[in-house]
């Protein structure tokens, strides 16, 4: 997909009724769909002028030959839960995401599902609220499944694809259970908060009795860059995402599933990795500012590589202070993780800032939310255990979660739904 197809689209918010009620649910397994219903909330953006488009009145394509949320240029904010499957019954799974993906096709053009306000006032509000009248704020849903949804529950397993695998314990590892692992990973990112947390929440709610909430992590202040974008600061004060993946080439190249898939239902997809990355804070605060230089390998304020004078200067690692020490240091972040010093190898990175307040002894509980997409887990465990080993920002983070999703492709339109190609094999 072009970056010209991932450019906002006011226009098409209005997902009808009747393609709702008449696709993905219906198709998926009958009468257990019931209860769904569209209140044809209005997106502001239906009385908008195209001169006249805000964020909160664009939006962007729910269907299409990749899932929206990688490729799209990063929103402000994230929200991203993980999900347990709690049903063993592959029906109930399958009617699941058919509600689902009929609900984000809804969410992403600024509608709800079910009344906000319903007539009967013995009637549960369909929809929680929220985000009533807000416009669709360019939110993107996009959905994974873990390797675990392929063990022996529905019948998936010989629909694994084969480098759908846990990823590898790596030095310097600090996994926590509680955000490692899970089903479904659904990552929804907006230009509002509230927007996200709201198709979030009523995808939760939805799932209840067949689902429930293993983690969520809210991300702010996006810490990467698509293409076009200024490049964002993380919170130790760095510009984050100046080298990411943005040519179409490197996205056929390193980002997409292509037609060589083992599993043909992958081809358009990618894999998602997530790390939850903890930033010990007040030890960065205290570090000398030469150091953070030498941890990433650039300067703090322009970005720029060490030696170089601008952000977007290529880094030259070869380059030799007069003591003869490399000028860009051989364990700093940027030259363990470039493609250069990795046989090629490149990631999209889409991660976001994260805080959790306070930890159990009153310190700052924040660092960065990671997301990465690649074509194959195997790049990001190539990166990662050079990183593990030898990153000398390894003294200021921890990686507290982790976890690795398949990403199917986009849906074709209304009737089609997340794993439809995995029921009934
Ligand atoms: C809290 C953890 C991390 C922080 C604060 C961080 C920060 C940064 C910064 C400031 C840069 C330089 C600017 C840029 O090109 O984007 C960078 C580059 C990069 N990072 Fe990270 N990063 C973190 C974790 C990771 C992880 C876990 C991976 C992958 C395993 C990774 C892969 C990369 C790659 C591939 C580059 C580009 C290197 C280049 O081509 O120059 N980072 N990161």
Redesign the pocket.
Known sequence: MGVSEETTAPESTGISRRAFFGGAVASAAAGAAAGITTTGLASTAANAGPAAVSASDSAYDFYGPHQAGIRTPPQDHLVLMVFDVTTTSAAELQVMLAKWSAAIAQYTGGLAVGAVEPERDLAVPGDTGEAEGMGPNQLTVTLGFAPSMFDDRFGWKPHRPAALVDIPAFASDALTPGYTGGDICVQACASDPQVAYHAIRNLARMARTTAATRYVVQGFGR??AGAGQT?PR?L?G???????ITTDDDFEKFVWVGDDADQQWMIGGSYLVT?K?H?LIETWDADFIGDQHAV?G?TKVQ?A?LGGAHEFDT?DFAAKAADGSPVIPATS??AL????NNGGV??L?RGYNFTDGIDSVGRLDA??M?I?YQKDPAQ?VA??SK?GASDR?NEY?R?VGSGVFAVPPGLSGAGDYFGKALFGA
């Open positions: 810490a990467s490049t993380n130790m760095f510009k984050d995402g100046t080298r990411n790390r990355i930033m990433f650039r970005g590589p880094p972040h940027v993780a470039a493609h250069e490149k990631i990175r660092g960065l990671f990465s990001f990166l990662q990183l920002l983070i990686h």
